[in-house]
């Protein structure tokens, strides 16, 4: 018996990662499910049939999407090509907005259902793209309850599914478990230093990241700093970053140092998640990582650089010179409040993102005080995620 043909497309880690838990949800429901398009390693653990790498969509801002537009263009229209001619029952794209949106919009001209799982963050920027979505999806799944309001109001179907991330990170963290997987100490003050996963971010945060470290361990020579990396190449770039900026007690985590392990859904656990679930605080690039520090009730300093020329670029492409909410940080945003620090631009300098750092090493009534939101938050979050998202991208495949 043939099972469901389910096109999917997935651009950067976090969304292959969110991906496969999506494709797991589906064989539930449907194990002879067909999944091709374009996806990453995790989604291929999962049975999923790539045509083209997820590396193919991986580039950050506009000037490294115009370098690598030649590639972009062939993956599209190929992706394109072969999906209106086998036809999905349902296309769904994981984040991705800018790639996905456009392939949506495309399918679903031809009578393709569509499912968009993440909305791109119209809350924060571009707004009007809104008007984009509602001709391209045919029923968005978000991961943040007050999203579900924006979407209402748009007349757009929308259904809030949880984050799938809240399901695989445990409630209460294990901190000595994650020290004895990466054979540190117990007794030791853990920073966790995480400047990003793409070239650009580590090229802009790690030298600050590493000065801020180097005055912390003036006052606390025994201070112990934990960074992971995704890939051997962002790996050789931090070392080169290190050599011109030492810290003392130092470990690089990577894949290949660690022994995979997986979750219960068959997922490999990334091993940034062991770095902070291991650290006292962290240190961290805004971005997907502050979500999970924040559901592993982590006090964290969050911060972000871009250079003046992607700053204008931002700005000139959206209109606007700074976002919509007064946060970037995710739990924040999620938080409504400035539950932990953000020093963007000119604020991310070593002395005020060391002295922030001290904060949340040391005060421990402030620490105790921002775990317990973080609580509150993992459990508003921690839905089913995989068995809510195919169950609406079932419905919407037999429908059509």
């Not at 924006?150 to 757009?156: A, D, H, L, R, V």
Request: proline residues 7%; aromatic residues 8%.
């Amino acid at each position: 018996m043939s099972g469901l043909n389910i096109g999917m497309v997935a651009g950067e880690p976090s969304g292959d990662l969110l991906a496969s838990r999506i494709q797991r949800g589906l064989q539930q429901q449907d194990p002879n499910a067909v999944f091709n398009g374009i996806g990453g390693p995790e989604m291929t653990s999962a049975g999923f049939n790539a045509w083209y790498p997820m590396d193919a969509l991986s580039v950050f801002g506009y000037v490294d999407a115009l370098k690598s537009l030649p590639r972009l263009l062939n993956t599209y229209y190929g992706a394109r090509r072969r999906w209106l001619k086998q036809r999905p029952d349902v296309f769904v794209g994981i984040d991705a907005p800018d790639f996905n949106l456009r392939m949506e919009a495309d399918l679903r001209k031809s009578g393709i259902a569509t499912v968009q799982f993440v909305s791109p963050s119209i809350w924060a920027w571009r707004y009007e793209r809104i008007h984009t979505i509602r001709k391209a999806v045919s029923h968005m799944l978000v991961l943040f309850p007050f999203e579900v309001d924006i979407y209402q109001k748009e007349g757009i179907p929308v259904t809030y599914v949880g984050h799938p991330l809240a399901q695989n990170i445990p409630l209460v963290p294990d901190q000595k478990a994650a020290r004895l997987r990466l054979n540190i100490p117990e007794d030791v003050k853990i920073l966790g230093v995480l400047p990003g996963s793409r070239k650009s971010e580590i090229m802009q945060l790690a030298p600050r990241f590493l000065q801020t470290v180097q005055r912390l361990q003036k006052d606390d020579p025994a201070l112990h700093v934990v960074v992971p990396v995704v890939n051997e190449a962002r790996h050789q770039q931090f070392l080169e970053i290190l050599r011109d900026n030492p810290v003392e007690n130092l470990r690089i985590i990577t894949n290949d140092t660690q022994a995979p392990v997986f979750l219960e859904d068959g997922g490999k656990k990334p091993v940034a998640w062991d770095v902070m679930e291991a650290s006292d605080a962290l240190l961290v690039a805004s971005g997907t990582a502050t979500l999970e520090a924040a559901l592993y009730k982590k006090p964290m300093v969050i911060s972000y650089v871009l250079t003046p020329m992607m700053k204008k670029f931002m700005a000139w492409q959206s209109g606007q010179e700074k976002p919509l909410l007064d946060w970037i940080g995710l739990p924040n945003i999620l938080s409504q409040d400035f539950v932990v620090p953000e020093l963007l631009q000119d604020d991310a300098e070593p002395e005020k993102l060391a002295k922030a750092c001290e904060k949340a090493l040391h005060d421990n009534s402030w620490r105790q005080g921002v775990e317990q939101r973080f609580q509150q938050l993992h459990e508003v979050l921690r839905l089913d995620t995989p068995k809510l998202a195919a169950e609406v991208i079932m419905q919407v495949a037999r429908e059509r």
